[in-house]
């Protein structure tokens, strides 16, 4: 005959109870905690996304991340956006100052009136003061860009403007070329922000297009090359200038 198990006392019964409701409370916890470990990895991951994203947006010389609208703002936005009949179907003549350096350019406002009114109408408020260039590239595409008075690459005037005017059919941005730089995807995402190409550069479409090409440098083209030359503050083909590249004027007529 087997023998059997002695029945186990009372306090035994509750002391194992104890015993498996802590247990069930642990792996409750740990269950928990791995699941917040996830979200905080998903969150984490996420945060990181958005910053690539807009790292990425700069990459392709876009001002900020990617907006989701393609189309003209219906807004009172629209109404501050300078009116391109202030261009006068005319050629523009200017300079500016980088730091001390000068820089000769026209504006042609005939094959892009309403960035160039948009120019000419920021720089005779003097919005161009004292506004840093944020960007230079050294390779792969060479341009320098200026313009975002926040000097983080996401600052603008207050309003964006379309549609993009007399973008390079073959999408070569000449050496000496000025161009409205914009959000990926994103026609109607042009402010104040503006690049130089310093030497002939590649540039693919988007969805959206080109990018205007609003005037060209007639002199100093030197200044942004020495820029360029020093390099970026991170040693990197694409960030900030080494040393700080300050517009002190600008001036159109």
């Known amino acids: ?131 840093n260039c944020h960007r230079v590239t050294t390779e792969a595409m060479y341009v320098l860009q200026c313009g975002d008075p926040l000097g983080t690459g996401s600052g603008g005037p207050g309003y964006n403007f379309g549609p993009i005017e007399n973008a390079p059919a073959d999408n070569i941005y000449g050496e000496g070329l000025l161009a409205m730089a914009r959000r990926g995807g994103d026609a109607y995402s042009q402010g104040s922000q503006f690049f130089i190409v310093y030497k002939d550069t590649q540039l693919g479409s988007d969805a959206a297009g080109g990018y205007t090409v609003f005037g060209k440098v007639t002199s100093g083209l030197d200044v942004v090359k020495a820029i360029a030359a020093d390099g970026t503050a991170d040693g990197s083909g694409d960030g900030q200038p080494k040393n700080a590249v300050i517009i002190s004027s600008v001036n159109v007529k």
Do not use: C
């Open 1 to 131: 005959m087997a023998n059997k198990k002695s029945p186990l006392s009372k306090a035994a019964q509750q002391r194992v109870k104890t015993y498996e409701a802590k247990s069930n409370q642990h792996e409750s916890r740990k269950g928990q905690r791995r699941r917040d470990n996830r979200i905080a990895v998903i969150a984490g991951v996420s945060a990181l996304a958005l910053a690539l994203g807009a790292q990425l947006g700069y990459a392709t010389l876009n001002p900020s991340t990617p907006s989701a609208s393609s189309s003209p703002d219906t807004s009172d936005n629209v109404l501050k956006v300078p009116d391109k009949a202030l261009a006068e179907d005319r050629t523009w003549t200017g300079s500016m100052t980088l730091n001390d350096g000068k820089v000769g350019f026209e504006l042609d406002g005939k094959k892009a009136p309403q960035a160039v009114a948009n120019f000419v109408t920021l720089a005779k408020r003097a919005y161009f003061k004292g506004v």
